[in-house]
T-cell receptor
Framework: QKEVEQNSGPLSVPEGAIASLNCTYS??????FFWYRQYSGKSPELIMS????GDKEDGRFTAQLNKASQYVSLLIRDSQPSDSATYLC????????????FGTGTRLTVIP | GAVVSQHPSRVICKSGTSVKIECRSL??????MFWYRQFPKKSLMLMAT?????????EQGVEKDKFLINHASLTLSTLTVTSAHPEDSSFYIC?????????????FGPGTRLLVL
């Protein structure tokens, strides 16, 4: 059974610190990986996508992918209170397939 | 980025009634759209894949006769919850893929919160 696992949290970090969010997935053949941010009562918003091993940086966000370890992470530098949300890891199981399997999400709280 | 809208944003209905939710891609065409359901403090669960011009594909455990999907055009998919019951109360979210690089990215609508009394 395909699974995407995240620590549900809550994860609390002080403002200005680095928040580290982790995700593991079960299907070794997975091709694409996404991080979504979801504020309470709202729909998910795409933050980052990553397809190749290594790091991908976009502003304060860095996604890291290690396919050998079946692990993907999201680092948020200089965390702000507005970053407080639930972060969902999503995995696309097949190349070209148009559906995502989501983890349960990690709730992040940035303390002012 | 691509914009997906949903209507209504919130609906309250009596048990036994049917509710229709619309999902529109506003600035791109989507031959495929996805319908998700999210219960409180739970992750998104894919319900079905909506295909323009053909039948929807339902995930295991989702009743196709209860959740009717119609993909009427390249920009519109509708989900009808028939004979709704309190256990159908949930947050329903649609998404559509916007083709970019070799892997497609999905864009989500704002969601529809359904409360069945």
């Amino acid at each position: 059974q395909k699974e995407v696992e995240q620590n549900s949290g809550p994860l609390s970090v002080p403002e200005g610190a680095i928040a580290s969010l982790n995700c593991t997935y079960s299907d070794r053949g997975s091709q694409s990986f996404f991080w979504y941010r979801q504020y309470s009562g709202k729909s998910p918003e795409l933050i980052m996508s990553i397809y190749s091993n290594g790091d991908k940086e976009d502003g304060r966000f860095t996604a890291q992918l290690n396919k050998a370890s079946q692990y993907v992470s999201l680092l948020i530098r200089d965390s702000q209170p507005s970053d407080s949300a639930t972060y969902l890891c999503a995995v696309n199981w097949q190349t070209g397939a148009n559906n995502l399997f989501f983890g349960t999400g990690t709730r992040l709280t940035v303390i002012p | 980025g691509a914009v997906v809208s949903q209507h209504p944003s919130r609906v309250i209905c009596k048990s036994g009634t049917s509710v229709k939710i619309e999902c529109r891609s506003l600035d791109f065409q989507a031959t495929t759209m996805f319908w998700y359901r999210q219960f409180p403090k739970k992750s998104l669960m894919l319900m079905a894949t909506s295909n323009e011009g053909s039948k929807a594909t339902y995930e295991q455990g989702v009743e196709k006769d209860k959740f009717l999907i119609n993909h009427a055009s390249l920009t519109l998919s509708t989900l009808t919850v028939t004979s709704a019951h309190p256990e159908d109360s949930s947050f329903y979210i649609c998404s559509a893929p916007a083709t970019g690089f070799f892997q497609e990215t999905q864009y989500f609508g704002p969601g529809t919160r359904l409360l069945v009394l």
